[in-house]
């Protein structure tokens, strides 16, 4: 039974960041979506210390509010004082993830936060934590409730906001003439992903977000030319990673969010060497280097 | 020579733009007739592209407004339709030629609601006049530059809007694809349409448009194309770049416009 909460659990925060990495990578911002995972935590920690209590709900409020305050600076260093914008990302997140670190440190007998939790989190203790009602029945994990409603809300979020999300993600300048507004969808994708990372990393870890926010949407993008494809894709990559990482980390007794970013990986290479179209190993069109 | 309309379909009142509180235009002030394509013309960073962005509103204006169909814009952006430049998108996007066109209907339907048949039959029937049905399920990046131009004017006439504002649509296309593009916009504007483009070939400037902008960061000229393009307004907007000026010179006798002083 833990085998599948784990299993569960990865797969639930694979499909919610491989769907909204999809719109990363394609948006050139997966490093954002690293930036966001990072700089949530000092959010996390003021929600705490302000409700005193671990509840999904004021932690996933605070983190969302970070992680958009995040992109507005990333935004604003990188507009208005001219600074380059990768620049602008790294100072940005190690900047608000130290104050996050300070706060932890200074807070430390207050907060029930621990820094390796933060960054790679325990998979293999989400089943522990279960919720069990007055009546002493088990419903599963807790974490598995809330990423299950995290994951709902994002498939919603893209199934609604479908055409929008396409067409600012591809043309911005041409959404904006017809009326559509680029920041509504910009700034509600980056809430999408502050939300996410935040109802994932308890569990799985800032590094396996970001694995899984880049790694399953590229390998995706390396396998098909169609942006719905790829987004389905992406989430099979996701699982797939999961499962097959939590055996691997079965077989060699070690690290399961470490074995699952590492499949992430190794999917990747595959699709670099084996896509029928992009691959390296069978390729219908010359392989030319990106020119910018 | 600035030439103002009766009842306009844009007017532009005292326009300045800025980048990075550098002024790249200057106070323009002018009007555009209805039914007729208007070619904005200058040379190289004389805000051409700055302009059409500024009149749709892409750009924030630091002084001046723009009225559209005597409207602030945000009224009437359903009636707006707008081509940018092709180097200005990734066309290794992972969409086919008919997703692209088929954007051309995302603006009138609004949040939450798919597009219908009868948006998709009017993609296939904008890719129709283009003439690349052919190519409708062909992954954009395998596309020539001429036929990626095809494929945003597609989605421009997908939309069917009354006035179209063009970022350099002939800029790197085929003789075929230039030849296509006129016709249609010909056919646009016989059927009411404004259509309004950025231009930088003077050579064809004179046969393609029938109201001109001359611009150079300040608007230097703004009227009917047989009056705008005299060798000394064109010397006023291309400053001193002589070879320029002769081979311009040159082209206005062989076309048998008198190079008149006005």
Known sequence: MNAFWIILTGSLVATCCSLLGCYLI????????DAISHA?????????????????????????????????????FHRYARVQADASIGVTFTWLFAIGIILISVYAGQVDLDQDCVLYGEIAYVPLDLWITEEGLSLGPRTVWTLAVVTLLIILYIVLGYKELFLT?????????IGISTSVWYYSLMTAVSITTVASFESVGAILVVAFLVAPAATAYLLTDNFKTMLLLSVLAGILASVAGYYLAVWIDGSIAG?????TGIEFMLAFLFSPSRGILIRKKQLQPVQH | MIIQVENPVVEVHDLTVSYDRKPVLWGIDLTLPAGSLVGVIGPNGAGKSTLIKAMMDLLPAGSGYVRIFDKPIAEVRNRISYVPQRESVDWDFPASVFDVVLMGSYGKLGLFKRPRQADKDAAMEALQKVGMQGFANRQISQLSGGQQQRVFL?????????????????AGVDIATETAIIELLRTMREQGKTVIVVHHDLQSATEYFDWVVLLNMRLVASGPA??????????QTYGGKLTVLTKVGELLRKQEFPARES
């Open chain 1, 259 to 263: 074995a699952i970013a590492t499949v």
């Open chain 1, 26 to 33: 394609l948006r050139r911002m997966a490093m954002v979506g």
């Open chain 1, 169 to 177: 993600t591809f043309d911005p300048a041409y959404a904006a003439a």
């Open chain 2, 154 to 170: 597609a989605r421009a006439l997908a939309q069917n809007a009354d006035i179209y504002f063009m970022d350099e649509p002939f």
């Open chain 2, 226 to 235: 047989e009056q705008v393009l005299t060798q000394h307004l064109l010397e």
């Open chain 1, 40 to 76: 949530v935590l000092p959010g996390i920690v003021i929600a705490f210390l302000l409700t005193g209590s671990r509840d999904s709900v004021p932690m996933l409020i605070g983190a969302g509010l970070l992680g958009v305050l995040t992109t507005f600076l990333i935004e604003f």
